[in-house]
């Protein structure tokens, strides 16, 4: 029998202590709401043929890892950003390892990465 192979990402689910205050800081980012919203316990914001699930939960959230995004554009979304009154990490930069990206935290401190690669060689396939 041959080994099974991951093909692709479905999902990523994070959890939120406030729905209403996640659902703001996701949506002031641009994020198309497929599911759910401000009132619900599960919301789902749709990213190219995956998901950012997020859902509701009262315990408090440690670092637990960073959630890369490719975006067309990395410049714009980090003025979206600031625009919305976030504050990234830092100014976009160009990585050693041929992306442009930036940093930012959610308001739950989930980490996330706004990214494009700088050349095709770097795209994912």
């Given at each position: 029998?041959?080994?099974?192979?991951?093909?692709?990402?479905?999902?990523?689910t994070l959890a939120t202590a406030d729905m209403a205050r996640a659902t703001r800081f996701y949506d002031a980012l641009g994020f198309a709401l497929r599911y759910g919203g401000a009132a619900s316990e599960f919301t789902s914001y749709a990213i190219g043929a995956a998901y950012l699930n997020l859902i509701a939960q009262a315990v408090p959230i440690a670092w637990w890892g960073r959630v890369i995004f490719h975006v067309s554009d990395v410049d714009a979304m980090y003025r979206l950003a600031l625009d919305a009154g976030y504050a990234p990490h830092a100014p976009?930069?160009?990585?050693?390892w041929g992306e442009r990206y930036f940093h930012i935290t959610d308001?739950?401190?989930?980490?996330?990465s706004f990214a494009r690669p700088l050349s095709p060689a770097f795209a994912p396939p």
């Open positions: 029998m041959d080994k099974p192979v991951v093909t692709a990402l479905s999902a990523v976009p930069a160009d990585a050693p308001p739950d401190g989930h980490e996330l």
